[in-house]
C-alpha cells in the first residue's frame, strides 16, 4: 500500500509543480511608508538611426518640452556603459561581434587624458562629487573629457551641451580630435543623444546613466549560423509581424513636425504593445520546434538582457540626488513592457504612465 501512495505521489508531483505559484509577490509590498516613493516613466522609443529620411530631428521639439515639463531628475538611456564594454573587451572569444557593434573605443580619449577606462570612471564620479553648482565652462569641458575617457559618450554630450557656443573648444581636458567627435554627437541620430542627452542638458543634468547589458550575448556556433538564421527569420516572418511592421511604417508618415513624431510615440507607448511584441516575436520565438531549440536560446538572452538593465535601472535610484527620484528611462520600444513588468516588482518605486505626457 505505501508503494502504491508512494507512486501516486510522484506521478502527481509534475502537476503539482506546474500549477504551483509562489506566495510572496514583492509589488504587493510598496513603499516607504513614509518619505517620497521613487517613480519610473519608461519611454519606448523608436531607434533614430533606423527612421527614414523624412525624419527631422528639430520635430523632436514638442516630445521634448513635455518630457521636460515632468522634471525628472535621472535620465537612463539603452547604451552600454564604459565599464562594461571595458570588460566585454577582455573576453573576445564571448564578445567579439558585441564590442565593435555596441562600444565606442575610448582610444582618442586616452591619449588626450592619459587615463583609462577605469582610471577615467574614477575620476568623473570623484569629480561629480566635489561639481559646484556652478559649474564653469573649464568644469565643464575637464568633465566632458572624463566621460570620454571613460567610454560615456552620452554623459559627454551632457556637458558639451551646457557649454556656451564660444566655449565649446578644445582645453581642460579635450583636445581636437576629442572636440571634432563631440561636434559629430551633436548630429548623430541616436535617441540616447538626440532624446536623452539633450534633456538633461535642458534640465541642468550632469550625466545620463547607459543602463544596457550585453553579458547574455553569445555566439552561435559556426555549424550552426545558417540554421539559426533561418530559424529566426521563419520566426518572425508571420502574418502577426507583417501587420506590426505595416502598422509601424503607417506611424511614421509624418516624421518632419512635431505632431507627427508624438503620434509616433503615442504609438509605440499603446497599452496593447507587450502584447504585441510578445505575440510576433518572443512568444513565437519560444515554440518553434528546431532540435537545437535555437527560439528558446534566444528568448533566454531577451529576458537576461532586459531583467539586467532592470537591475541596473533599480541601481541608478540607489545613488544622488536622494530618495524620492524621479526617472525617465528612454528605451527601445520593444524593452519597455519587460522593463515595467520586471521593475514593478521593486519595493522603492512606482511606474508612471508615460502616456498623459505625450498628449
Keep these: 500500500m505505501k508503494r502504491i501512495l508512494s507512486t501516486l505521489l510522484l506521478l502527481a508531483a509534475p502537476a503539482t509543480a506546474q500549477s504551483y505559484r509562489p ?28 527612421l527614414p529620411e523624412r525624419f527631422r530631428p528639430e520635430a523632436l521639439g514638442p516630445l521634448l518640452d513635455r518630457l521636460a515639463a515632468w522634471k525628472p531628475q535621472a535620465i537612463a538611456i539603452e547604451a552600454l556603459s564604459g565599464a562594461q564594454c ?4 577582455r573576453y573576445p572569444y564571448r564578445y567579439a561581434d558585441t564590442v565593435p557593434d555596441y562600444c565606442w573605443d575610448p582610444a582618442p580619449a586616452k591619449a588626450a587624458t592619459g587615463l583609462d577606462v577605469a582610471a577615467a570612471t574614477a575620476a568623473y564620479e570623484a569629480m561629480l562629487l566635489a561639481l559646484p553648482a556652478k559649474p564653469t565652462p573649464a568644469d565643464r569641458r575637464k568633465l566632458a573629457a572624463l566621460f570620454l575617457a571613460g567610454g ?9 551641451l551646457q557649454l556656451p557656443a564660444a566655449e565649446r573648444k578644445a582645453g581642460d581636458g579635450l583636445d581636437a580630435t576629442l572636440v571634432t567627435r563631440l561636434a559629430k554627437l551633436e548630429t548623430k541620430r541616436d535617441e540616447s543623444l538626440m532624446i536623452a542627452a539633450r534633456l538633461a542638458a535642458r534640465l541642468g543634468l550632469q550625466r545620463v546613466y547607459a543602463m544596457d547589458d550585453h553579458t547574455a550575448d553569445r555566439s552561435v556556433p559556426k555549424a550552426d549560423e545558417a540554421a539559426y538564421g533561418k530559424t529566426m527569420q521563419a520566426v ?10 505595416a502598422a509601424i511604417d503607417a506611424s511614421q508618415v509624418d516624421l518632419a513636425t512635431g505632431a507627427g513624431v508624438l503620434a509616433m510615440y503615442r504609438g509605440f507607448n499603446a497599452p496593447d504593445q507587450g502584447q504585441v511584441v510578445f ?24 529576458e537576461v538582457r532586459n531583467l539586467r538593465m532592470a537591475a541596473n535601472i533599480r541601481d541608478m535610484l540607489a545613488e544622488a540626488p536622494g530618495p524620492g527620484m524621479r526617472a525617465l528611462i528612454v528605451v527601445g ?27
Design 86 to 89: 571595458d570588460q566585454l573587451r
Design 23 to 50: 506566495d510572496f509577490a514583492p509589488a504587493a509590498h510598496k513603499g516607504p511608508r513614509n518619505g517620497p516613493i521613487n517613480e519610473i516613466a519608461v519611454l519606448g522609443s523608436a531607434h533614430l538611426s533606423q
Design 236 to 245: 518572425w516572418d508571420s502574418p502577426a509581424m507583417k501587420r506590426r511592421m
Design 279 to 302: 505575440d510576433t516575436d518572443f512568444g513565437a520565438a519560444l515554440e518553434e520546434l528546431s532540435p537545437q531549440r535555437f527560439g528558446r536560446q534566444y528568448v533566454a538572452y531577451w
Design 152 to 160: 560615456e559618450q552620452a554623459s559627454a554630450l551632457v556637458q558639451w
Design 333 to 359: 520600444a520593444s524593452h519597455k513592457p519587460y522593463l515595467e513588468a520586471y521593475l514593478h516588482q521593486m519595493h522603492d518605486l512606482r511606474i508612471v504612465d508615460i502616456r498623459p505626457m505625450l498628449r
